[in-house]
């Protein structure tokens, strides 16, 4: 492969919001990149400056694949009257060209000049190259692998479902076989069977794969290279040996900065206490010897001339490091439950016979001290209405809920209700203390930079609302936490230490999450819901 991807110096605006600031990247042929980073951070805008559909303000972005590349943005960009089979055609849209050209050209073979026949043998080594006798075959097999097999090529794509729509679009792109593949966020929608297709399939492909993702199964399975689109820096870092190097690094670079902080607490206090003893260590009180005044007096100056110059190092070596300063790295992020949470016994939570519209019915459920529960359904199972009954934040039609202890609760939808009210503001609403104490508290946490603390809620990216959201939570102690898909617009980083926070967490969970990995890594019981209901296991 003699492809070529690389972006240089590259910047781009939008609204007047910067989203990627003088970026540089290459991905060598034939690597699988998997690209992540919070929502909002600016990860589908690099993929669509790769694809050709943005261009930089500023700076360079090169493209090489001979055998075609493949975008799959997380939209279709078809209107609903077209079919499904013109969303196919638009994937495969240089096979069909080469199809065309290749008829076009065999209709003329009876008087071709050797020009001419050279220009079909190429077509038809291109064709064969993209293997685009086998292009429709490939179309159906992956249809069927992603559960959509049954849909008519002549149906409108206005009466398929939004899930349809994406895994049509996945599966046109998929079975071009562009030499350059480009992915965002392909997991949505997918069940575990054509999940474990999918990762199979980019394992297999032959080329250069880029994929934007927040699956982190997926990561460990495909990727063998990371990128991750820092928002609030508007930075792309790279890191190689795939997931796992990527969160080796991390902490390597955690424990470099923790190293990094030490040294200079430790060169401050020894340089100011060199400083403030160095006198009584160079001239200590003696006696005149042999009554010689002069020879004392030309000591004692000598020695004032040495503190002077010792003194003045110190005081240089201070201004350096203090011009200099190392920040102190943030806490490891701690869920914190009342002291004895984990010895208490009882109920923290009882639902009674509760109905929620056509949404929920439950008629009973009861979380005690200490238990971890895992809600799993599907979609509009009524995993969400359960989290905001037991939150106290909806009122069931019908029947009690009665809350023994103080219950955290982390929804899925990070709400903007007063969107003029800066981060710090948010975060202290409702906390005892001085505007320092909570800013100082809100900058440990390490979750949003001290930069933006008087920046409008209303301006946040998705990411960091997220974000502002979770250090709320974790600003107390709860007796119960109730977390919607905690992983959700997260960096996989983040999320990784939002499950090792929660794993010392001694109080009792309720999560609702469709991250993979999180359920695979689960420790703790199940609650499945179907249509509202509690499912009873057989």
């Given at each position: 492969m003699s492809g070529q991807l690389t972006l240089r110096s590259v910047s781009k605006t939008f609204a007047h919001r910067r989203v990627l600031d003088t970026v540089s990247l290459t991905v060598r042929p034939g690597e699988k990149l998997g690209v992540v980073g919070e929502n909002g951070s600016g990860k589908s805008t690099l993929l669509r400056l790769i694809a050709g559909q943005e261009t930089p303000d500023d700076g360079s972005v090169t493209v090489v694949a001979d055998g075609g590349a493949g975008h799959l943005g997380q939209v279709l960009g078809l209107p609903d009257s077209a079919s499904a089979g013109d969303a196919i055609d638009a994937a495969l849209v240089e096979i069909r060209l080469l199809e065309r050209q290749i008829a076009a050209a065999a209709a003329g073979l009876g008087d071709a000049t050797p020009a001419e026949l050279a220009q079909y043998g190429s077509l038809l080594t291109a064709f064969e190259l993209r293997d685009g006798y086998c292009a429709d075959a490939r179309v159906q097999a992956a249809m069927s692998a992603l559960g959509i097999g049954d849909i008519g090529l002549d149906r409108s794509l206005g009466t398929l479902s939004g899930g349809q729509r994406a895994r049509l679009a996945l599966a046109g792109v998929l079975s071009a076989e562009p030499e350059l593949l480009l992915l965002d966020e392909p997991t949505n929608h997918l069940d575990?069977?054509?999940?474990?297709?999918?990762?199979?399939?980019?394992?297999?492909?032959?080329?250069?794969?880029?994929?934007?993702?927040?699956?982190?199964?997926?990561?460990?399975?495909?990727?063998?290279?990371?990128?991750?689109?820092?928002?609030?820096r508007r930075s792309l870092s790279r890191y190689g040996n795939g997931y796992a190097g990527y969160l080796a690094e991390k902490r390597a670079a955690r424990q470099r900065w923790e190293q990094a902080y030490a040294e200079w607490v430790s060169g401050i206090a020894h340089w100011t206490e060199w400083r403030g003893t160095t006198a009584h260590d160079v001239a200590p009180g003696r006696a005149i010897k042999d009554h010689n005044k002069c020879k004392y007096n030309g000591d004692g100056r000598r020695v004032q001339a040495s503190i002077s110059t010792r003194v003045r190092s110190a005081?240089?070596?201070?201004?350096?490091?203090?011009?200099?300063?190392?920040?102190?790295?943030?806490?490891?992020?701690?869920?914190?439950?009342?002291?004895?949470?984990?010895?208490?016994?009882?109920?923290?939570?009882?639902?009674?016979?509760?109905?929620?519209?056509?949404?929920?019915?439950?008629?009973?459920?009861?979380?005690?001290?200490?238990?971890?529960?895992?809600?799993?359904?599907?979609?509009?199972?009524?995993?969400?209405t359960l989290l905001d009954v037991l939150a106290g934040v909806l009122v069931p039609d019908r029947g009690t809920l009665a809350q023994h202890g103080a219950a955290g609760y982390l929804s899925q939808e990070t709400a903007v209700r007063h969107p003029r009210q800066t981060v710090l503001a948010a975060f202290a609403a409702g906390?005892?203390?001085?505007?320092?104490?909570?800013?100082?508290?809100?900058?440990?946490?390490?979750?949003?930079?001290?930069?933006?603390?008087?920046?409008?809620?209303?301006?946040?990216?998705?990411?960091?609302?997220?974000?502002?959201?979770?250090?709320?939570?974790?600003?107390?102690?709860?007796?119960?936490?109730?977390?919607?898909?905690?992983?959700?617009?997260?960096?996989?980083?983040?999320?990784?230490?939002?499950?090792?926070?929660?794993?010392g967490y001694r109080g009792a969970v309720v999560v609702v999450s469709h991250d993979r990995s999180l359920r695979e890594r689960w420790q703790g019981g199940e609650l499945e819901l179907a249509q509202g209901r509690v499912l009873v296991p057989a």
């Amino acid at each position: 492969m003699s492809g070529q991807l690389t972006l240089r110096s590259v910047s781009k605006t939008f609204a007047h919001r910067r989203v990627l600031d003088t970026v540089s990247l290459t991905v060598r042929p034939g690597e699988k990149l998997g690209v992540v980073g919070e929502n909002g951070s600016g990860k589908s805008t690099l993929l669509r400056l790769i694809a050709g559909q943005e261009t930089p303000d500023d700076g360079s972005v090169t493209v090489v694949a001979d055998g075609g590349a493949g975008h799959l943005g997380q939209v279709l960009g078809l209107p609903d009257s077209a079919s499904a089979g013109d969303a196919i055609d638009a994937a495969l849209v240089e096979i069909r060209l080469l199809e065309r050209q290749i008829a076009a050209a065999a209709a003329g073979l009876g008087d071709a000049t050797p020009a001419e026949l050279a220009q079909y043998g190429s077509l038809l080594t291109a064709f064969e190259l993209r293997d685009g006798y086998c292009a429709d075959a490939r179309v159906q097999a992956a249809m069927s692998a992603l559960g959509i097999g049954d849909i008519g090529l002549d149906r409108s794509l206005g009466t398929l479902s939004g899930g349809q729509r994406a895994r049509l679009a996945l599966a046109g792109v998929l079975s071009a076989e562009p030499e350059l593949l480009l992915l965002d966020e392909p997991t949505n929608h997918l069940d575990q069977q054509a999940l474990s297709w999918l990762e199979d399939r980019l394992r297999a492909h032959r080329g250069t794969l880029v994929v934007v993702t927040h699956d982190r199964l997926l990561l460990e399975s495909v990727a063998t290279a990371i990128v991750e689109v820092d928002g609030d820096r508007r930075s792309l870092s790279r890191y190689g040996n795939g997931y796992a190097g990527y969160l080796a690094e991390k902490r390597a670079a955690r424990q470099r900065w923790e190293q990094a902080y030490a040294e200079w607490v430790s060169g401050i206090a020894h340089w100011t206490e060199w400083r403030g003893t160095t006198a009584h260590d160079v001239a200590p009180g003696r006696a005149i010897k042999d009554h010689n005044k002069c020879k004392y007096n030309g000591d004692g100056r000598r020695v004032q001339a040495s503190i002077s110059t010792r003194v003045r190092s110190a005081s240089e070596r201070l201004e350096r490091l203090r011009a200099d300063p190392v920040p102190r790295p943030p806490d490891p992020l701690r869920l914190n439950a009342p002291l004895g949470a984990a010895v208490r016994e009882g109920a923290v939570l009882e639902l009674r016979e509760a109905v929620v519209g056509q949404r929920l019915r439950v008629d009973s459920l009861v979380v005690e001290v200490g238990q971890r529960l895992l809600v799993t359904g599907p979609n509009g199972a009524g995993k969400s209405t359960l989290l905001d009954v037991l939150a106290g934040v909806l009122v069931p039609d019908r029947g009690t809920l009665a809350q023994h202890g103080a219950a955290g609760y982390l929804s899925q939808e990070t709400a903007v209700r007063h969107p003029r009210q800066t981060v710090l503001a948010a975060f202290a609403a409702g906390l005892p203390g001085s505007p320092e104490d909570h800013a100082e508290r809100l900058a440990s946490l390490g979750l949003l930079r001290e930069n933006d603390f008087a920046t409008p809620v209303g301006a946040l990216s998705i990411g960091q609302r997220r974000r502002l959201a979770l250090a709320r939570l974790l600003r107390q102690e709860w007796d119960v936490l109730l977390l919607d898909e905690p992983a959700n617009h997260l960096s996989p980083a983040l999320v990784e230490e939002l499950e090792a926070a929660l794993a010392g967490y001694r109080g009792a969970v309720v999560v609702v999450s469709h991250d993979r990995s999180l359920r695979e890594r689960w420790q703790g019981g199940e609650l499945e819901l179907a249509q509202g209901r509690v499912l009873v296991p057989a």
